[in-house]
């Protein structure tokens, strides 16, 4: 362990605030990073202050100043060089990913491959910044879109993902040509400091100015509220709960700032009778239990068909029963499901439980904490299924959790109406072989949600599409597709070569 994290730069007690490659010399208090594996310490953090703020949003004007004027491939030449040393260090990063946030190290390793994937789609994305030529309506004018970068983003990543956020945003924000303030999660500090460490020599080599990739480590009470109504920031890409969302985007708004947000997720997987039930149970349990129902996109909701119900739950209670044993230390090869991230997740987990059952919930399997010596503290839970309603309100609410609730429905378009009737819109999918059922789902009247699939899961998004969802889950897209436009400004461009003036909508103005 030690090795790993020298080799990533982490030390016993490590500054809170970088720019690039400097670090400042932090004062604030310490955050302690405990492994939600066996509640260990891994490291400290010296948080920063106010004053550390200050200094990182300078060097960030500043900065931006001249990263904007290098061409975008050039930028994008940075950022390739940044997913060489990101894979040159995928192992240990990994490693400290799984170690810091709880999830397994396959999953970790999972999570840094994200990163190269992002980095990898930004470099060809830096040559394609392209707006759109319009022909004017006047004779000898030429009009066209054009994208500039707008300054600061500001990214707050939350403790499930604590790098591959950050590469989806801020390699976006690279080769846009703007520059980054990065606040990670406080319970996953030092991988934002890894993630630092292992950038700073392409940025010393390619002499990009300090001030380009930011990031700061603080208490919300010292940087929260105050960050996101900060003006100098126009734009601030924010993943959470909803009622952090909610938050962010009222201060932002009442500022006209820009918002990207990716909040909350109730994902819902359809199981049609006409499913191939293997494929189904396959996916359904990597959804529900992997990552240990830590992700935004984990399946929250299965809807079965009534005719195979019975027999989804007990080849679905079969299939935990069977991966029990394997539930444990994260970075031990043979786990499939590591810890919750702290007591607070575990409690969330226990009250849910506890209040669906009293709504008329009927626990069908797990629900417990787990303990024994291979369970070192409180963390690791037997994840549950519980047969519900779709409108129960522990069933509307997202639990940050292995909670999978079974819902029974008899007609496609009452499975649909339940997939939509919550007030998240993440991710859903169907298993279905009957082409008909899939293009309903996918139709204007199918799904609601800002991802929806065909035979494939809810969660492991690639990062090629936009991520993100509709509703409580906030409207934002990251990643894939044309994601990168919400990291630019757009301006419409006419230019009149005729020598002569000509007004529009064909008015005369003549004196
Ligand atoms: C998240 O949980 O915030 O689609 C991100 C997925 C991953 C990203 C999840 N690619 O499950």
New binding site residues.
Partial sequence: MILKLKKLGIELSNPGACTGSDWLDTKGDETISYSPSDGSIIASVKNATLDDYEHLVSKAQEAYLKWRVVPAPKRGEVVRQIGEALRERKEELGYLVSLEMGKIYEEGLGEVQ?MIDICEFSVGQSRLLNGATMHSERPYHRMYDQYHPIGIIGIIT?F??PV??WGWNAMLAAIAGDVVIWKPSSKTPLCGIAIQKIIAETLRKNNVPEGVFNMIIAKSSVLGDNFVADKRIPLFSV?GSTEVGRRVAAIVGKRLGKTIL?LGGNNAVIISKHADLDMTLQSVVFGAVGTCGQ????TRRLIIHESLYDNVKDRLIAAYKSICHRIGDPLKKSTLIGPLVDDIAVRNFMHAIEEVQKEGGKLVFGGTQLSGDKYPNGNYVLPAIVEAKNHFKMVQEETFAPIVYLIKYSTIEEAIHYNNDVPQGL?SCIFTENLVEAEKFLSETGSDCGIANVNLGT?????GGA?GGEKDTGGGRESGSDAWKAYMRRQTNTINFSGQTALAQGITFDF
């Fill in positions: 994200e939350s499930n993902f591959a956020v993943t990716e992700r935004c996109t984990s991710s969660s492991g998004a690639e990062i991520f």
